[in-house]
């Protein structure tokens, strides 16, 4: 915990039922007796990011962020679907987004400059950029600048390494890929480090998976804007844009006006929604 005066302190939870996240402002009160500091409530949350339980319920991630940014690299292979799940709840929640591609300086990454113009499209800004050679982070700082930022992403994408650059000054492992390339879990919770140009940077452990909470999701574009921009063409208003006649989503995936792997994330993602709500029971379903 950091009080008002910048001081970080060791601070526990007091009671079973406070859930506080990263980014969380929290009320505090000192136990002289035990020489401790019991955060005893969670102040209004300004935003929050959540993520879907199997029960198809919301757990937040961190709180009090307006950037979101998703870090990808050549290595370990990226998994469009999960950015954009990401970027469905960073919609969803009402917070910027930010693609950006590390590791850079690798030859495979030249492979990914359709995908990452496919997200320029879709209104998403992106930037590549490198931890192990200092390209790009200086703009990659300046994007990042005054706000309250918090990176996600796969695994070894090395947003550990990059935030070692951006903030010298923090104590931060630094962790690599497995023998089948894929990241190891460097970092285990979540942690929030202030920027020098002003801002903070919260840390977020890699995942292999991500699911929105389904209940943030707006519910006919499910945060897709280019779902929610041409479903106005639609002949009918509650369109799942999977098999309804006349949908204007699928007809614009069928002639390439709408990316077919951004549509398919789409019918994905709609697929989760229908299995979540399903699991979440008739009386907790999103009636938006």
């Known amino acids: 915990m950091r009080d008002a005066a910048g001081t970080d302190h060791e601070a526990r939870p007091f009671g079973r039922r406070l859930q506080a996240v990263c980014g969380d402002r929290v009320s505090c009160e000192a136990d002289a007796a035990h020489g401790e500091v019991h955060a005893t409530g969670v102040l209004p949350r300004q935003s929050v990011l959540e993520r879907a339980n199997t029960r198809g319920g919301a757990e937040a991630v961190v709180a ?110 630094v962790g690599g890929l497995d023998r089948d390339a894929e990241g190891r879990h460097t970092t285990t919770a979540s942690k929030l480090y202030d920027l020098p140009g002003g801002g903070h940077l919260l840390d977020s452990p890699g995942v292999r998976d991500f699911a929105p909470a389904i209940a943030a999701l707006e519910r006919r574009s499910l945060g897709f804007p280019e779902v929610g921009e041409l479903s106005a063409g639609c002949r009918f208003i509650d369109c799942r844009h999977l098999r309804e006649p006349d949908c204007a989503v699928r007809t614009a995936a069928e002639t390439g006006a709408f990316d077919a792997r951004r549509y398919e994330s789409y019918r994905r993602l709609r697929r989760l929604y229908e299995d979540l709500q399903a699991a979440a029971g008739p009386g907790k379903r999103d009636r938006r």
């Open 64 to 173: 009090n962020i307006d950037l979101l940014v998703t870090v990808l690299a050549p290595e370990p292979r990226p998994d469009p679907f999960i950015i954009d799940r990401y970027l469905c709840a960073a919609s969803s929640a009402g917070l910027a987004a930010l693609v950006v591609v590390n590791k850079c300086e690798l030859p495979e990454a030249a492979a990914l400059s359709p995908q990452l113009a496919v997200w320029r499209d879709a209104g998403y800004g992106t930037l590549a950029c490198s931890s192990a050679t200092g390209e790009g982070l200086e703009a990659l700082a300046a994007a990042l600048r005054g706000h309250d930022a918090v990176f996600v992403g796969q695994s070894g994408v090395g947003k550990s390494s990059l935030i070692a650059r951006l903030v010298p000054q923090a104590d931060i492992a």
